[in-house]
Structures are given as structure tokens and as C-alpha cells.
């Protein structure tokens, strides 16, 4: 199975130069899943909920399409952050696309910074998606300082963590091998780069995306500053042995009467 990234340097506001910009990069590609980066076509740092909700848009518009198209040329099933509308409230949330349908939507849960100004938290919780001999779990950037995210998707039987970011914090990357391994599930961080300097707010995003697998180690992982789209080939049902050694399963072992809830 060929699972991978695209990183890029989204432009705020301009969704038509970013979708441009992503199907310039993904030209001739072909895989199974491909993810990208959070709000990847709207960019990241908002002035005001207004203008967040002035970008926002409800399931099967013009994020929804492009990524659908994207899955039809790719053959891929995408995963890609938009700024959800249901009602009068918003989302920061990720769609999951094949090129038929829409096969989920997931809203992000735990809210960074002034985010929580302008969106509501999810409320749809962490959902995983079956496949033909595959689970998809995602999450969406700060979801990955708690470790619970990636445990319940876990849980559930993910066996890929599509993982879109836009991450401002120098340690998610070190983080995701530890994710990966107390787990032993694959993860996709998609990360966008470049700097958005708007109003009191001056973000600079670290890029590096990368995949890492079971076995805590990085398979493939982009520089800083650079557009890139990597794939890998993987096993996904390595991912469904939870087996340490003769004695250890990580998750059998689990012994909730001890945890803190
Ligand atoms: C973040 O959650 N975008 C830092």
C-alpha cells in the first residue's frame, strides 16, 4: 500500500492559487491514501471569526470537489482540512474523499490558541474508518500533545493515523515516534511551512512532515522549507499485532483501574 504527504506553503485566503498549487505538485502521482495539511487551502491565522467563517464551507462544496477530483487523479483516498459549516457554527475539521463520495469528516478536538475563538470544538469525537484490510483514524495538529487521540483511534483499530498540521511547536515530529510506537500503528504528519504574519500573530510553520511506522521510525520525512509530496510503500496489517514479545500486548496489558480518567 502507497500512503504519503504533501507539504506546501498554503497562501491565506487564496483557496483557488492553493488548490492550483497542490495539483501542480501532485501531477502523475499515484497512491492509496495521501494526506494534506490543515486548512490547507485557506491558510491558518485568522483576524477574526468573521473572516474564518468567510472561508468556511459546508460538505460537498468547493474543498469537498476539489479533493474528489484530486482523489480521481491520484487514485488515492485524500485526507485534507477545511474550515467545516454546519449551522451558524464552524469547524476546523478534515474531510476523507474518495473520488465517489465523501467517506467521513472529522472536526478537530482539542482547539489551539486563539482557535478556540473562532471554532466550535468537535463534537464528533475520534472516529476510524474500515477499509478493505486497513483502519484509517485521523486527527488534526495540537491532537497530537494529547495522547489520548492518538490511543483512541488506537484503540479503535486504526491502523494509520492521518495526522494534518500546522504546527507551530518544534515537538510534534519527536513526539509521533513515540505515538507510533506505544501504538504500533503508522502515522502521516502532513505539514504546511512558511510564515503568516497577520494582525498580533506571527506564526512561523516547521514543515517536516513525515510518516513513521510501528516500529517508531521516521520512513520518510520532508525538510523544513520545501514543497514536497513523498509516498512510501507499507504493510498496513503489521500494524495489526499489538504483540511486544511472548508476554507483552500493549493493549491487553492496559490496566484501567489504574488510569486516571
Ligand atoms: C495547531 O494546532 N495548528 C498548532
Known sequence: MKIGYIQFNPVFGEKETNFHTVEKITKGVKADLL?????F?????????????????????????????????????????????????????????????????????????????????????FQVWKFQNWNLGVMICFDWIFPESCRSLSLQGADIIAHPANL?????????????????????????????????????????SQITDPSGNVLISAEKNETKVDIVDIDPSVAHNKQMNEYNNLFKDRRNQYYFL
Open 41 to 125: 487551502a485557506t491558510g491558518y491565522t485568522f483576524n477574526s471569526k468573521i473572516e474564518a467563517e468567510q472561508m468556511s464551507e459546508k460538505q460537498g462544496e468547493e474543498t469537498t470537489n476539489f479533493l474528489q477530483d484530486l482523489s480521481s487523479s491520484t487514485r488515492a483516498i485524500l485526507v485534507g482540512g477545511f474550515i467545516e459549516k454546519i449551522n451558524n457554527k464552524i469547524f476546523n475539521a478534515a474531510l476523507v474523499v474518495n473520488e465517489k463520495q465523501v467517506i467521513g469528516i472529522y472536526e478537530k478536538v482539542h482547539l489551539f490558541y486563539k482557535e478556540k475563538l473562532w471554532f466550535e470544538p468537535g463534537n464528533r469525537g
Open 168 to 208: 507551530v511547536l518544534p515537538y510534534c515530529q519527536r513526539s509521533m515516534i513515540t505515538r507510533s510506537l506505544e501504538n504500533r500503528v503508522f502515522t502521516i504528519t502532513a505539514n504546511r511551512f512558511g510564515k503568516e504574519h497577520r494582525g498580533q500573530d506571527n506564526f512561523s510553520f516547521s514543515g517536516g
Open 35 to 39: 494526506v494534506l495539511p490543515e486548512l
